[in-house]
């Protein structure tokens, strides 16, 4: 006997029922299994559709947007975290102006931040969370790196 057959076998009628209801949701194995212990039950097979597969589901906008906000907001808090170690450090070094320095900085990584975060989000997903806390943590570095080299 599977899990599924000892699993229903365990549940009441009225569970039965329901899961018959919502059939379309089922894997072919809990359809089998459902359907042996309706009939050993003695309850009504007949109307239902065992063949209904489910709806393919629809990739929705908003899971985009929802996507684009957590890795921006992921960006944002590396890009502060550096523009405040980067602005202590500097500010302690002579002939350099922190404060310009530090107004280009939040500039540039800010639109960098805004950047990556459209293209973590739409063309490039990564499959964790971990991938963009990585992705967060060097970019600010990079893209300051640059910034003194092309200034």
Same mark, same amino acid.
């Given at each position: 006997m599977s899990d599924l057959a000892k699993?229903? #076998?365990s549940m009441p009628v009225e569970d039965?029922?329901?899961l018959a209801q919502d059939i379309k949701s089922l894997t072919p194995e809990a359809k089998m299994a459902l359907r042996s212990e309706m009939q050993q039950r003695q309850l009504p097979t007949? #109307?239902?559709d065992w063949t209904a597969q489910p709806e393919p589901q629809k990739?929705?906008?908003s899971g985009v947007f929802r996507v684009f906000l957590r890795n921006f907001g992921i960006f944002l808090i590396f890009d502060v975290l550096y523009i405040i170690v980067i602005g202590g450090i500097l500010s302690a070094v002579n002939g350099i102006d922190a404060?310009?320095?530090g107004a280009a900085m939040t500039?540039?990584?800010l639109n960098l931040s805004l950047l990556a975060a459209i293209l973590t989000s739409k063309f490039f997903a990564?499959?964790?969370l971990r991938t963009i806390w990585i992705i967060? #943590?060097?970019?600010p570095p990079c893209i300051f790196i640059l910034f003194l080299l092309f200034r």
């Open positions: 699993n229903y #076998a039965i029922e329901r007949q #109307a239902l990739e929705k906008s404060e310009r320095l500039t540039v990584l990564p499959k964790t967060g #943590a060097f970019i």
